[in-house]
């Protein structure tokens, strides 16, 4: 959490999720009739100030024109709609190999993929997986490990993303 002073000086606690959410609302329109999709939001407190690292992909991976444009075209928006008064650095950069899985159809698009997975309670014992995506079926997740099919309720994950073997390094 962090905290911060309304107009009138009192000191509110604002949820990281909760400016992520904000900072989403703000920039969707730039992903919206475009074929750059916008995987993930990260905020957090860096050694100068907060970090807004942004994460984009289209269909042939991104390059480094397109992590630009998107970054200046973010960068004036939040100038102009986001309410911060404090320092910030954004960073926008292709999700790389391990790419995280965030959204429901990620979950479908990635099917047959390794992954790894972060749930919030145990189950079955552990918190982490590794197997390779079925799918996702209603609001559950599907993974096979060794021959064993795996359900992960979407609420509970904490964290998802695509994995690299060994083998596949």
Partial sequence: MKSRKDSRGNISTVKKEDIVEKIKAIIHTLFEDKAIE???VEYFSGPHGVILRLYIDKEGGVTLDDCSNIS?????????YWEYDGRYMLEVSSPGIDRPLVQK?????????????KVKEPISGQKNFKG?????????????????????PYNEIIKAK???T????
């Fill in 38 to 40: 916008l995987v993930d």
């Fill in 72 to 80: 200046h075209q973010i960068s004036d928006l939040l100038d102009i």
């Fill in 105 to 117: 159809n990620d979950f479908q698009k990635y099917k047959g993929s390794q992954v790894k997975i």
């Fill in 132 to 152: 390779v995506l079925i799918g996702i079926f209603g609001d559950i997740v599907k993974i096979q490990i060794e021959g064993k099919v795996v359900n992960i």
């Fill in 162 to 164: 695509l994995s690299i």
């Fill in 166 to 169: 060994e083998t596949e390094k």
